[in-house]
């Protein structure tokens, strides 16, 4: 595939993750609670069909645990994401987590021992303008805030990780080990706090559907498709992108809930910067790639 196809699939993904927020919105649970159906719906679809596309889900014990550990950091994702949408609302949530490119530009040199990139850090810093300028009006809801900027810390860690992992890895695999140690550690806290009975299941049709959708769809698909393009884009390419989630999600939200998803004009400058932001560094990018390999 040419790298024009790899960014296309990233563009369809980063449309599915603009879906969670709607699907996190209308599944009434909370966000441990939530995480924890979509990994155990996510980590059963993809062993279920590992013999069906003839993948073995068999790794070395070093990956093995490599694999596990970033899975941590994506439930820890996931929680704080979804935990941001209850607190506040979609826009909120999904405006914090496009300054998941900022702390990429930070956290990969630290991780990969690369250095800092100018470019990269000056347009994280645009990212935020924009996240400003979108949310400007509506900062009393400091709880989403927070809990939307740490989702994009934890982002950033594992999307940096996974674009190291893929390296000796397959996406699947990954994504799969990722799944399996979300669900092993959400199912340990819910269990330490009591939160597990024999009600626990009882969640409604509705609420199962919802899942079923976030779980396969939003997740088994979109996470592996994550990890995979990471074999041709960079963390940051891939980070940047993904800023688009807020955009597609926020107009997703305003069609389905006009009355408590309002755009703004700060909405508008705030969209611009990022777009802005992410085609500055396609281009950027795209020239050093003809430098380094010419035509």
């Not at 199912?187 to 626990?200: G, K």
């Not at 396969?216 to 390419?237: D, K, M, N, S, Y």
């Not at 809930?257 to 932001?277: R, T």
Request: hydrophobic fraction near 60%; proline fraction near 2%; charge should be positive.
């Amino acid at each position: 595939m040419t790298r024009l196809q790899y960014l296309l699939v990233l563009h369809i993904i980063v449309l599915i993750f603009g879906f969670t927020g709607i699907l996190g919105r209308e599944i009434e649970m909370d966000a441990i609670k939530l995480v924890w159906f979509r990994v155990l719906i996510a980590s059963v679809t993809l062993l279920v069909f590992a013999p069906l596309l003839k993948k073995s889900l068999l790794v070395k014990s070093k990956h093995r645990w490599q694999y596990l550990g970033t899975g941590v950091l994506v439930a820890a994702h996931w929680v704080f994401f979804f935990a941001a949408i209850k607190e506040s609302n979609i826009s909120i949530a999904l405006a914090m987590l496009a300054s998941t490119s900022l702390f990429v530009a930070l956290v990969e040199p630290m991780l990969t021992g690369s250095r800092i990139d100018a470019l990269e850090l000056l347009l994280g810093v645009a990212v935020i303008a924009g996240l400003a300028l979108i949310v400007s009006f509506e900062f009393h809801y400091y709880l989403g805030i927070v809990l939307g900027l740490m989702a994009a810390i934890f982002a950033a860690l594992f999307g940096t990780l996974n674009s190291m992992l893929i390296r000796t890895g397959e996406a699947y695999v990954i994504g799969f080990y990722e799944l399996l140690a979300g669900l092993v550690v959400l199912s340990l806290i819910l269990i330490v706090s009591e939160e597990v009975s024999v009600h626990f299941f009882s969640i409604g049709s509705r609420n199962w559907l919802l899942l079923l959708a976030l779980g396969t769809i939003a997740t088994a698909f979109a996470t592996v498709g994550a990890v995979w393009v990471t074999r041709e884009l960079t963390p940051f390419t891939v980070a940047l992108t993904i800023n688009l989630e807020p955009v597609y999600s926020i107009i997703l939200a305003v069609i389905l809930y006009p009355e408590e998803e309002k755009m703004s004009p700060q909405f508008y400058l705030g969209a611009a910067v990022i777009l802005a932001a992410l085609f500055i560094n396609a281009f950027v990018k795209s020239r050093r790639r003809k430098t380094i390999i010419p035509n």
